[in-house]
């Protein structure tokens, strides 16, 4: 065990740069800038190109713009800038009852309705490159319906979906990152994933592709296993979706789906009565994911491998991200609410003290990047800081104005 709370210094980073909206100002190029894009000043009659992901009013720096974007279960609304050390108040959303984000937008929901909050902040991630941007957090507007949520991003359009509905719709990105609710398809779906320029959606027993605008795109790809029809592959019982650098995957009861940038799919077969998760969590863009096998431990699944592994834990895990780095680090919370890092590689288990409270029927509010992991503690109106790759240790804790029940790491 190994807690150090007098440690609460920010990261060593470049100053974050807000744009402020409206204004037009000049973008400086990064040595990571595409060989393709210009990064013209916002005024430039005569720009005709901006980097990837860059949006009107948004400024680009040379690293993450991190912080910590938290709502309260009476939907008092707040950023804590992770570079600075500021925290700035929003304007105050619906009751968080439920909530999903994608590392720039946090959605929440309540019975009734759903919220959509724009950290101001996000990563594009080109593989060989990246891009990261700042600009004003905002409130962006609200759904009608409400229930748990899922949300899911791409560089042109952003999902969201109530499983318990059957319901999801899908926003036009670029107007997302302008403030604006602009639907452009809605479907009956329990799970709804942007890969590029399509979708891959499950409802019923089924897995489909569909075009950008919900339309059946015809064929699931060339590669479709046995057992597989034209009309979508088969999933029995669709449960958690998530996007990885391999593909998108579906949960099924008895393995997943996975669907390849092509729109080919196959099926990765989980063991014979193995419990299945319900839900995958990994670091941004990573091909492996992680999720709850009941009681016994975590999953770890492979895309690009397409294959299983069960990593048992010694107390029932409540929540759980894969890392994916090149110690194969896995972060959880368990059921005493301790911080529980695990390396997959060499199978060695590091434990905080416990930090948040154990309550059943809530899942812990557990966010990670490359570096650090953050679990939020509602009770206490904070957020821990865990360095997972040294030995667990709480490297600081930050002070929110109120106990959050909804949060995000933006930036990542």
Do not use: K
Request: hydrophobic share 40%.
């Amino acid at each position: 065990m190994n807690h150090d709370p007098t440690t609460d210094r920010p990261r060593t980073r470049l100053p974050r740069l807000l744009g402020t909206l409206g204004l037009t100002t000049g973008l400086a190029l990064t040595a990571t800038a595409c060989s393709t894009a210009s990064t013209p000043p916002a005024d430039d009659a005569n720009a005709t190109a901006a980097p990837h992901g860059w949006v009107a009013g948004a400024t680009e720096s040379q690293e993450p713009q991190l912080g910590l974007l938290a709502v309260s279960a009476t939907g008092e609304t707040a950023l804590h800038d992770l570079l600075t050390g500021e925290t700035t108040d929003l304007e105050r959303v619906g009751a968080a009852e439920h909530s999903a984000t994608d590392g720039r937008f946090l959605v929440t929901s309540d019975g009734d309705r759903t919220t959509v909050v724009d950290g101001g902040s996000w990563t594009v991630d080109h593989g060989d490159h990246t891009h990261y941007y700042a600009a004003e957090p905002r409130i962006v507007g609200t759904l009608e319906g409400g229930g748990p949520v899922q949300v899911h991003s791409s560089e042109t359009m952003t999902t969201i979906a109530w499983p318990e509905r059957g319901e999801a719709v899908v926003l036009d990105r670029a107007a997302l990152g302008q403030g604006e609710l602009d639907e452009t398809a809605r479907l009956d779906a329990t799970v709804l994933l942007p890969l590029g320029e399509h979708l891959v959606a499950a409802a019923g027993d089924t897995v489909r592709v569909l075009d950008a605008d919900g339309e059946q795109t015809g064929s699931t790809g060339s590669t479709e296993p046995t057992g597989s029809t034209r009309a979508g592959r088969a999933c029995t019982d669709p449960a958690g979706g998530i996007v990885t650098r391999a593909g998108a995957v579906v949960g099924c009861a008895d393995g997943a789906v996975v669907v390849d940038d092509a729109g080919a799919t196959s099926f990765v077969e989980l063991p014979d009565d193995a419990e299945r998760p319900t839900a995958f969590a990994a670091r941004a863009g990573r091909p492996t994911v992680a999720g709850l096998a009941g009681d016994t431990g975590f999953w770890l699944l492979d895309v690009r491998r397409g294959s299983w592994q069960h990593v048992p834990s010694e107390r029932p895990l409540r929540a759980v991200v894969a890392v994916d780095d090149q110690d194969e680090h896995v972060v959880g919370v368990d059921d005493a609410g301790r911080v529980v890092v695990v390396t997959a590689s060499t199978g060695a288990v590091a434990t905080t003290e416990p930090l948040v409270a154990n309550d059943s029927d809530t899942a812990p509010l557990l966010q990670l990047d490359a570096q650090r992991a953050y679990v939020a503690d509602p009770t206490a109106a904070v957020v821990h800081e865990v360095d997972f790759a040294d030995g667990a240790r709480v490297a600081r804790t930050v002070a929110l104005p109120f106990g959050p029940v909804a949060f995000a790491e933006v930036g990542r």
